[in-house]
């Protein structure tokens, strides 16, 4: 009796606390009470039904069979395709085709493509354009992609690393809290040769990491691409509460030129398992392998078997591991590189919170970051498949090959319907002012910096868009449920074309709505003048060149 009063005692003192927190408490209390089931069975049968207690029981036992009903009638969970690429480009150009790269011609297409580059092309030319201009790596896959209806959602570059997130359209809307950094390690931490660059967001809820890290090389420097990668996890930090450091985040994939070499082995054994393709007996001795046995914050993260080629170091335009002979200081030749499998992708889940077991009648003390990771990991499971990992061959424009990671993202959405509805009205054409409706369809943060976008099919980024409307500036008329925003046709293209509008808000710094599809008209009134090709500005010369008017 008195073990089944603790019992429910103390969980009647976690539901007393405040107000504000108590649907987290109710929760936390749930969890609490469904591990201590198994306690409660040997107490049982010892209960008198006429004790007051009896009648608590059976109301705490009711509510936790509610909770197991309403878990029995959640919906299913969705799964979704990351394809992810990491590859040393050495500077060189992109290449002519990306096909194989990108796995177009797969009759699965994934939903993400996460792609990050390292050493891109970064001299003092060529950046300062590239950073008023995408640079060349971006412009190819954005003019690949965007046909397919993927939308380069987010970026980051940092001198020679280059991050890159798409995302099929559909998904945009769910994409939000999106954030990018960088951490320099070159050269005393000031030069941004080395380092890492991170892409973190929400997606349908649920906080994803992507950290692409170029660390120092040679075979000596194993503990020191630790550190640097130890000293990135801890610097970089977001604006966010739920997610305000890299290990917070629900989902982190780590991945890169990680350097890590092949120790012990001479260079014969190493190529004739090459040759022979028995790469598993190289496993023991990759430097990455050997340092997760040692260090902790390595130990969580999962990859899957190297079980192709090693990646590093080719002669360039060949499939010829290192041949080269390299001139040292006073002539001697130095040594030919061992191949390695430098380029890597790993992933790392959040570890789950334990419930402590109870001892000497301690309670059991939950704070609420805690409770509200329990409530997460219970309500909206995430789990992670590696369907494919391997190096891509086919290229040979640098001295690394490109590694390919393909998986299943199994989750269960936080939110299933975006934030905005909108829609256009009536017929749109630059002979009339146009019309957009919009409905905020749940509570965000808006401001005076949100604008709608008129975008063509097919758009390749949240830049790309023909032209625009301030929603407070051109706001005309609105109630609580519909919103009107006005469009001047003077920004409508002459010759028309298929598009979509999409909502952007400046405080999520994402797109939240997108309309369906729809047809601007061409206009009348420039067929009947006669309206020549140079007459149309910019905004009409864009969409002029679109496949919709060959």
Known sequence: MDEISRLFGSIGRVRSDSNSSDATQSTGSKLVLRHRLSQLMTCVDDLDSKHELHEKVIKTLDNAFLVCGKRANKPKKDSFRLHMVTWNVATADPPDDVTSLLHLSSPKSPDLYVIGLQEVYSGPLRFVSDVVFDDPWTQL???????????????????????????????????????????????????????????????????????????????????????EFEYIMNTQTFDCKKAPQIVDHRLLFWFGDLN?????????????????????????????????????????????????????????????????????????????????WTDRILWRLRPKVSLPDEQDGDKVELDAKMLKQLEEDEEYPLKVRQDLYTSNMEYSISDHKPVIGIFTLELRKMYKTPLVRLQPEGDWSADIDAMVVYSPLQPFPSSTWDWIGLYKVGFSSVLDYITYAWVKDDEVAFNEEVIQVYVSKEEIPVRGGECVLCYYCSTLQCIIGISEPFTVLES???????????????????????????
């Open 524 to 550: 009348k009134v420039a067929i009947e003048e006669g309206v020549l090709p140079e007459r149309i500005n910019a905004l009409d010369r864009t969409v002029a060149n679109d496949e919709f008017w060959k």
């Open 260 to 340: 890590f070499r092949i120790e012990d082995h001479g260079m014969h054994f190493v190529r004739s398992c090459i040759n022979k393709e028995t790469y598993s007996l190289l496993w023991s001795k990759d430097q990455l392998t050997m340092m997760k046995n040692k260090e902790q914050m390595l130990q969580e993260f999962e990859e899957g078997p190297l079980d192709f080629q090693p990646t590093y170091k080719f002669d360039l335009n060949s499939d010829t591991y290192d041949s080269r002979l390299y001139k040292t200081w006073f002539g001697f030749n130095g040594k030919k590189r061992k191949p390695a």
């Open 141 to 227: 896959f954005m003019s690949i992609l965007a046909p397919r209806n993927y939308v380069k959602v987010s970026s980051m570059r940092m001198q020679g690393l280059l991050l890159l997130f798409f995302s099929k359209l559909e998904h945009v809307p769910f994409i939000r809290d999106i954030q990018a950094t960088y951490t320099r390690t070159g050269i005393f931490g000031y030069w941004g040769n080395k380092g890492g660059v991170s892409i973190r967001l929400s997606f349908y809820g649920h906080m994803l990491c992507f950290l692409n890290c170029h660390l120092a090389a040679h075979m000596k420097y194993a503990s020191e691409r630790v550190d």
